[in-house]
């Protein structure tokens, strides 16, 4: 059974940096992506940030991009979100996910196995 677990929420002021950690286990994730999404009260979850673990290829949202970095520790099965100058816009429950298929994409829809979140607080 796959297992995905969060780890690294918090309260942050603006501008600040907090680190999301993503252990994963239970299947040979191979090239399959892991990704990153968020979902605030009210809103559809969104895309943030994806990359697969075979060859580290990333794929970001554009509110992001130049803020937020993707990685992964192939020996640790883990996938890190390094969050820089963080904005209360920020402000959501963040989920791991890893992907049903090889293809990239940005819709949860592609996205077989999801964590239980994790929360993440930007006041101003």
């Known amino acids: 059974q796959v297992q995905l677990v969060e780890s690294g929420g918090g309260l942050v002021q603006a501008g600040g940096s907090l680190r999301l950690s993503c252990a994963a286990s239970g299947r040979t994730f191979s090239n399959y992506p892991m990704g990153w999404f968020r979902q605030a009260p009210g809103k559809e979850r969104e895309f943030v940030a994806a990359?697969?673990?075979?060859?580290?290829?990333?794929s970001y949202a554009d509110s992001a991009k130049g803020r937020f970095t993707i990685s992964r520790d192939n020996a640790k099965n883990t996938v890190y979100l390094q969050m820089n100058n963080l904005k209360p816009e920020d402000t959501a429950v963040y989920y791991c996910?890893?992907?049903?298929?090889?293809?990239?994409?940005?819709?949860?829809?592609?996205?077989?196995?999801w964590g239980q979140g994790t929360q993440v607080t930007v006041s101003s």
């Open positions: 990359i697969r673990w075979s060859d580290g290829n990333t």
């Open positions: 996910a890893a992907a049903a298929s090889l293809l990239w994409s940005s819709s949860p829809y592609a996205y077989a196995y």
